[in-house]
């Protein structure tokens, strides 16, 4: 049972460039989650899709763009990379708190870039 | 604006010890509060409190929420070397999003 996984695990970009970074899940989650970490600061979330065909902005969104592609997988963008997006991060996802849901979310292993 | 704090930021104690970590918040519409566990990798699950005054208790850790002060706190006792990681708190908000806090670095000496 492989949870959820992103990829790549590392990569390095050069200011300016683009990339995506992809996730998928089986556990049949209706929600899935992007976060970045950054020392000292926790999680933070950038991107979340409440369900298949809806995606919402979190609290720090600015330079990314997702796409949640079917209930399966959600990709998040970077069209044009920047130092400040240099962080780890991490896909999640989870059922929520409908019908007796925890909130619990499963984390994947995270990604880490390096923006220069 | 809801938000999650946590104290302290960080801690270093000896084998044998016994931690307590703090966790604040502030969030309208609460239903429950989760701890994680962090290591080198994703953060794993530990428990989760939506009653006030109900104990929570797995092996060493324990943890109890206190729904009107609006706080919750993770004991963990007889500390080990492997209990060294980021102790994260969490809360859900409207639209099943995940606020944490900063998190809490313990550090276990031997």
């Known amino acids: 049972n492989a949870g959820v996984t992103q990829t790549p695990k590392f990569q390095v970009l050069k200011t300016g460039q683009s990339m995506t970074l992809q996730c998928a899940q089986d556990?049949?989650?209706?929600?899935m989650y992007w976060y970045r970490q950054d020392p000292g600061m926790g999680l933070r979330l950038i991107y979340y899709?409440?369900?298949?065909?809806?995606?919402d902005k979190g609290e720090v969104p600015n330079g990314y763009n997702v796409s949640r592609l079917n209930k399966r997988e959600f990709s998040l963008r970077l069209e044009s990379a920047a130092p400040s997006q240099t962080s780890v991060y991490f896909c999640?996802?989870?059922?929520?708190?409908?019908?007796?849901?925890?909130?619990?979310?499963?984390f994947g292993e995270g990604s880490r870039l390096t923006v220069l | 604006e809801d938000k999650v704090v946590q104290s302290p930021l960080s801690l270093v104690v000896h084998e044998g010890d016994t931690v307590t970590l703090n966790c604040s918040y502030e969030?309208?519409?609460?239903?429950?509060l989760l701890w994680y566990k962090q290591e080198k990798k994703a953060p794993t699950f530990l428990f989760m409190l939506?009653?006030?005054?109900i104990e929570k208790k797995s092996g060493r850790l324990s943890s109890i929420l206190d729904k009107k002060e609006l706080f919750s706190i993770l004991n963990i006792t007889a500390t080990q070397t492997g209990d060294s990681a980021v102790y994260l708190c969490?809360?859900?908000?409207?639209?099943?999003?995940?606020?944490f806090g900063a998190g809490t670095i313990l550090r276990v000496k031997s």
């Open positions: 556990m049949n989650h209706n929600s």
């Open positions: 939506t009653s006030s005054g």
């Open positions: 969030v309208t519409n609460f239903r429950s």
């Open positions: 899709s409440a369900s298949e065909g809806t995606t």
């Open positions: 999640a996802s989870g059922q929520g708190l409908a019908g007796g849901g925890t909130g619990e979310l499963f």
């Open positions: 969490a809360v859900p908000e409207y639209g099943n999003k995940l606020v």
